[in-house]
């Protein structure tokens, strides 16, 4: 089983910027997926981004609604993945949760408030 540890959510004015970070506690292999998803109030979970790392390039893959403001980032080192997220709108605001697919398997974070308000 593997846990994930998700920090750096919060409340933001529009415009503004966080960075999310998601530590495992297993070793994450090249080849793994690894991304963040959102899900905002009564509304279904979306993709926000996705990273894999193959060698030493990273494919990355954007919802067309966050394209240019956020950026995706990991370090196999420490098992982790980052979010950068830059001119925050409103439509922002959800609950911000931790994914990664490793060997069949996925993995859940318990998610992250984002709130962008003000």
């Known amino acids: 089983q593997v846990q994930l540890m998700e920090s750096g959510g919060g409340l933001v004015q529009p415009g503004g910027s966080l960075r999310l970070s998601c530590a495992a506690s297993a070793k994450i292999f090249s080849g793994n997926v690894m991304g963040w998803y959102r899900q905002a109030p009564g509304k279904e979970r979306e993709l926000v981004a996705t990273?894999?790392?193959?060698?030493?390039?990273?494919?990355?893959n954007y919802a067309d609604s966050v394209k240019g403001r956020f950026t995706i980032s990991s370090d196999l080192l420490k098992n982790s993945v980052y979010l950068q997220m830059n001119s925050l709108k409103p439509e922002d605001t959800a609950v911000y949760y931790c994914?990664?697919?490793?060997?069949?398997?996925?993995?859940w974070g318990q998610g992250t408030q984002v709130t962008v308000s003000s």
């Open positions: 990273i894999t790392s193959v060698g030493n390039t990273n494919y990355a």
């Open positions: 994914h990664i697919a490793r060997f069949g398997f996925t993995y």
